[in-house]
T-cell receptor
C-alpha cells in the first residue's frame, strides 16, 4: 500500500536559518504530492503541491521538488520566521493513477523557530 | 468565508454519552473525509463519504462510530457511548472531485476537540 515517511521532529531553528524537512513515499501508481501546514488550534492548510516528476511546488517561500527517482518530496525554505512555527504534513494522493482514493499522510513534523 | 465549517470547536462529554460532530464542506464540494488526530500523532483516516453514500469506512471502529452525509445538511460523525480513549481532535476535509480529475487537494476544517470526562 501507499505510505509517507517524514523526518521526526521537533525541528528547532533560529530565525533566518535554512529549513529542510525530509519526506519520502511509496505508492502503487503515479501519485500527486502535497505539503500541508497545521498551526496550533487549527486544521491543515494546503501549502504546496506537485503532480508530476520534476515539478516544483512553491508558496510563501517554501518549495519542494517531486523527485521520482528518489521517491522524495523534501520541503525547504531559505530563511524561516517565527511565524513558520507549526506542524508540517507530507501527503500523497494516488487516485488518478488507479491507486487508493484515500490520501495518505505522514505523521507530521513539528517546526519550532526561535527569535 | 466559504471554507469547511466544523462545529462545535470544543465538545465535552461524560463517559457513556453520545457525541455528534458536524461538518459543512466547502461550497460545491461533494466529497467529505473524517480524520482523527491524537496528540503527537498524525492524521488517521476514518471514513470517506459522498452525498448520501459511504464510500469507504475502513478506518472507522466497527462499534459505536457512524457517519452520514445526507442530501441536505452537514455531514455528521456520531460516537455513541463515548469512552476516554475517544478523546481526540476530529477533522473533516472536503474535496471537489475524484476519478480522473482527482488528486484534488483536500480542504480542512479547524476540527472539533472532543474531551471525555
Amino acid at each position: 500500500g501507499d505510505s509517507v515517511t517524514q523526518m521526526e521532529g521537533p525541528v528547532t531553528l533560529s530565525e533566518e536559518a535554512f529549513l529542510t524537512i525530509n519526506c519520502t513515499y511509496t505508492a502503487t501508481g503515479y501519485p500527486s504530492l502535497f505539503w500541508y501546514v497545521q498551526y496550533p488550534g487549527e486544521g491543515l492548510q494546503l501549502l504546496l503541491k506537485a503532480t508530476k516528476a520534476d515539478d516544483k511546488g512553491s508558496n510563501k517561500g517554501f518549495e519542494a521538488t517531486y523527485r521520482k527517482e528518489t521517491t522524495s518530496f523534501h520541503l525547504e525554505k531559505g530563511s524561516v520566521q517565527v511565524s513558520d512555527s507549526a506542524v508540517y504534513f507530507c501527503a500523497l494522493s494516488d487516485a488518478a493513477s488507479g491507486g487508493s482514493y484515500i490520501p495518505t499522510f505522514g505523521r507530521g513534523t513539528s517546526l519550532i523557530v526561535h527569535p | 468565508n466559504a471554507g469547511v465549517m466544523q462545529n462545535p470547536r470544543h465538545l465535552v462529554r461524560r463517559r457513556g454519552q453520545e457525541a455528534r460532530l458536524r461538518c459543512s464542506p466547502m461550497k460545491g464540494h461533494s466529497h467529505v473525509y473524517w480524520y482523527r488526530q491524537l496528540p503527537e500523532e498524525g492524521l488517521k483516516f476514518m471514513v470517506y463519504l459522498q452525498k448520501e453514500n459511504i464510500i469507504d469506512e475502513s478506518g472507522m471502529p466497527k462499534e459505536r462510530f457512524s457517519a452520514e452525509f445526507p442530501k441536505e445538511g452537514p455531514s455528521i460523525l456520531r460516537i455513541q457511548q463515548v469512552v476516554r480513549g475517544d478523546s481526540a481532535a476530529y477533522f473533516c476535509a472536503s474535496s471537489l472531485s475524484q476519478g480522473l480529475s482527482s488528486n484534488q487537494p483536500q480542504h480542512f476544517g479547524d476540527g472539533t476537540r472532543l474531551s471525555i470526562l
